[in-house]
T-cell receptor, first 111, second 114 residues
C-alpha cells in the first residue's frame, strides 16, 4: 500500500464550478500537509500548506485536513481556465523529514 | 534569484551509459531531494539529504547514487542507464526548519534512455 493515495482523475469541469481534490494517507506521523500545483513542463509550486488538522483558506482555495480519517482535501471555488494544471498532495512527518507526494490529479477547466 | 538550478535540461543516453544530474540551490536550505516523475505516478522520491553530510534512500533508489557535495549542491548519478530510467527528474530543496516547510523545485531534467 502506498503511503499517500490520490484520486487520479483526470477531472474536467466547466468554468465557475467548485472543484474538490482529495488524498488519503496511511502514516499517522504525518503532520505537515501541502498542495502543489504543476503546470505542463514546469516544476511543482506550493499552493497551500496546513499544519495538523483543520481548514485553511486563501482566496478561492481552501485546504482541509482530517487527521482522524487520514484524509485531506483541496477545494477550488469559482474555478478558472488558468486553474487547469496537475495538483499534487504532499505530506511529511517533520520539517526535516522526507516529503511524500500523491500521484497527482490532472484538472481541466472548460471555458 | 535563481532558486534551484538543474543541469542539464534534456539528455538522451544509450543503455549502459552513465551520467550525473547536477542540482544547486542558492537559498541556504538544509534539505535537498531528488524525485522522478512518470505519467500517472506522481513524484517518487529517489534519495534525499536532510542536511549536509547525510543522505537517505527514498521510495525508488535502485540504480541511482547521490552525493551531497556541500550545502548548495546535490548530485544524482546513474551508473549504468536503463530504459526504465527514462523519466523527468526534479531536484528540490527545503529550509528544513519548522516555520518553513515549502519545497522549491528546479525546472526538471528530461532524460531518455534508448
Amino acid at each position: 500500500q502506498k503511503e499517500v493515495e490520490q484520486d487520479p482523475g483526470p477531472l474536467s469541469v466547466p468554468e465557475g464550478a467548485i472543484v474538490s481534490l482529495n488524498c488519503t494517507y496511511s502514516n499517522s506521523a504525518f503532520q505537515y500537509f501541502m498542495w502543489y500545483r504543476q503546470y505542463s513542463r514546469k516544476g511543482p509550486e506550493l499552493l497551500m500548506y496546513t499544519y495538523s488538522s483543520g481548514n485553511k483558506e486563501d482566496g478561492r482555495f481552501t485546504a482541509q485536513v482530517d487527521k482522524s480519517s487520514k484524509y485531506i482535501s483541496l477545494f477550488i471555488r469559482d474555478s478558472q481556465p488558468s486553474d487547469s494544471a496537475t495538483y499534487l498532495c504532499a505530506m511529511r512527518a517533520s520539517s526535516a523529514s522526507k516529503i511524500i507526494f500523491g500521484s497527482g490529479t490532472r484538472l481541466s477547466i472548460r471555458p | 534569484n535563481a532558486g534551484v538550478t538543474q543541469t542539464p535540461k534534456f539528455q538522451v543516453l544509450k543503455t549502459g551509459q552513465s551520467m550525473t544530474l547536477q542540482c544547486a540551490q542558492d537559498m541556504n536550505h538544509n534539505s535537498m531531494y531528488w524525485y522522478r516523475q512518470d505519467p500517472g505516478m506522481g513524484l517518487r522520491l529517489i534519495y534525499y539529504s536532510a542536511s549536509e553530510g547525510t543522505t537517505d534512500k527514498g521510495e525508488v533508489p535502485n540504480g541511482y547514487n547521490v552525493s551531497r557535495l556541500n550545502k548548495r549542491e546535490f548530485s544524482l548519478r546513474l551508473e549504468s542507464a536503463a530504459p526504465s530510467q527514462t523519466s523527468v527528474y526534479f531536484c528540490a530543496s527545503t529550509a528544513g526548519k519548522a516555520a518553513n516547510t515549502e519545497a522549491f523545485f528546479g525546472q526538471g531534467t528530461r532524460l531518455t534512455v534508448v
